[in-house]
């Protein structure tokens, strides 16, 4: 089991950046590929960005290229999610995931965290 933690949300004007962290906590040395993914009220949840074991690998949304950035450390069981240029849009409970494969599908995640909010205004 892997315990993921959520933080780093909060209300921030259009053009602003935020920084999210996601905890693991739990069998993390079975090293999982990890992701973020989004949703808005009254909206399908929407694949944000995922990054491999390894960090070799990223994949964004169309959305959010450009102006997000994936990271992790694996020393700290940590991942990141930079966010710069925000837009209201971008308005969310933003939630990370963590599985075996890389992925922009929910259903490839095994582990979930809670989720943290992110509100942009304009």
């Known amino acids: 089991q892997v315990q993921l933690v959520e933080s780093g949300g909060g209300l921030v004007q259009a053009g602003g950046s935020l920084r999210l962290s996601c905890a693991a906590s739990?069998?993390?040395?079975?090293?999982?590929?990890m992701g973020w993914f989004r949703q808005a009220p009254g909206k399908e949840q929407e694949f944000v960005a995922t990054?491999?074991?390894?960090?070799?690998?990223?994949r964004y949304a169309d959305s959010t290229k450009g102006r997000f950035t994936i990271s992790r450390d694996n020393a700290k069981n940590t991942m990141y999610l930079q966010m710069n240029s925000l837009k209201p849009e971008d308005t969310a409970v933003y939630y990370c995931?963590?599985?075996?494969?890389?992925?922009?599908?929910?259903?490839?995640?095994?582990?979930w965290g809670q989720g943290t909010q992110v509100t942009v205004s304009s």
């Open positions: 995931a963590a599985g075996s494969i890389i992925s922009s599908r929910s259903n490839d995640y095994d582990y």
């Open positions: 990054i491999s074991k390894s960090s070799i690998i990223t």
């Open positions: 739990g069998r993390t040395d079975s090293s999982y590929n």
